[in-house]
Nanobody, 130 residues
Framework: EVQLQASGGGLVQAGGSLRLSCAAS????????IGWFRQAPGKEREGVSC????????YYADSVKGRFTISSDDVKKTVYLQMDSLKPEDTAVYYC???????????????????????WGQGTLVTVSS
């Protein structure tokens, strides 16, 4: 059974940092896209960043580019989202999700399009105070 466990959320002041973790189990991990998404109160869920566990290719939404860094640890089967220079508008529940990649479905096709992702973890709340 595919499972994703997101953790690391919390309360932080504007300008601070947090590191989210997404621990994966129940699948091979290699050859997948793992993405981070967020949903702020009263807003639709949006894509934040994603990574290919095959080649380490990454993608970032413009709103977080230069502030967030996604990485993966193949041994621990965990993907991290390092969030620096946090802003109050980063406040949201953050979710991780995964989908298999292939030669004909690489990361640049999947990116952070929510409909492309098959398995979702529970969220972790990030609150940035001003």
């Amino acid at each position: 059974e595919v499972q994703l466990q997101a953790s690391g959320g919390g309360l932080v002041q504007a300008g601070g940092s947090l590191r989210l973790s997404c621990a994966a189990s129940g699948f091979s991990f290699d050859g997948y896209a793992i993405g981070w998404f967020r949903q702020a109160p009263g807003k639709e869920r949006e894509g934040v960043s994603c990574i290919s566990t095959s080649d380490g290719d990454t993608y970032y939404a413009d709103s977080v580019k230069g502030r967030f860094t996604i990485s993966s640890d193949d041994v621990k089967k965990t993907v991290y989202l390092q969030m620096d220079s946090l802003k109050p508008e980063d406040t949201a529940v953050y979710y991780c999700a995964t989908t298999a990649l292939s030669r004909y479905r690489p990361l640049y096709v999947v990116r952070t399009n929510m409909e492309e992702y098959d398995y979702w973890g529970q969220g972790t709340l990030v609150t940035v105070s001003s």
